[in-house]
């Protein structure tokens, strides 16, 4: 089972960049699918998750109306549009899938992450 994150960069202030976490070795369309960042010196933030289905999603604050995650299980591909970035947006994002509950124990999935820079 592997995530794979990429998409990232340096950006201004104001900005776009579209993440992608590519799915391999798993049964992807049953997992929910969720976005965090890591930024030095804090702790690892929630971002924005995305149902099974992709019908139901969810953002933290800090980001709706800037941020939209989707994705396409046909490809195995979740995907973080981000516009109007802000240097506090910095930081590394990692994806996460994580299986239904009914299955049990089985393992969470994540990505190494993918580096986004906002600056000026």
């Known amino acids: 089972a592997q995530l794979v994150e990429s998409g990232g960069g340096s950006v201004q202030p104001g900005g776009s960049l579209r993440l992608s976490c590519a799915a391999s070795g798993f049964r992807f369309s049953y997992y929910v699918v969720r976005w965090y960042r890591q930024a030095p010196g804090r702790m690892r933030e929630l971002v924005a998750s995305?149902?099974?289905?992709?019908?139901?999603?969810l953002y933290a604050d800090s980001v709706k109306g800037r941020f939209t995650i989707s994705r396409d299980n046909a490809k195995n591909v979740a995907y973080l549009e981000m516009i109007m970035l802000k240097p506090e947006d910095t930081g590394v994002y990692l994806c996460?899938?994580?299986?239904?509950?009914?299955?049990?124990?089985?393992?969470?999935?994540w990505g190494r992450g993918t580096e986004v820079t906002v600056s000026s």
């Open positions: 996460l899938a994580q299986p239904p509950t009914e299955w049990g124990p089985v393992d969470d999935v």
């Open positions: 995305i149902t099974s289905a992709g019908d139901q999603t």
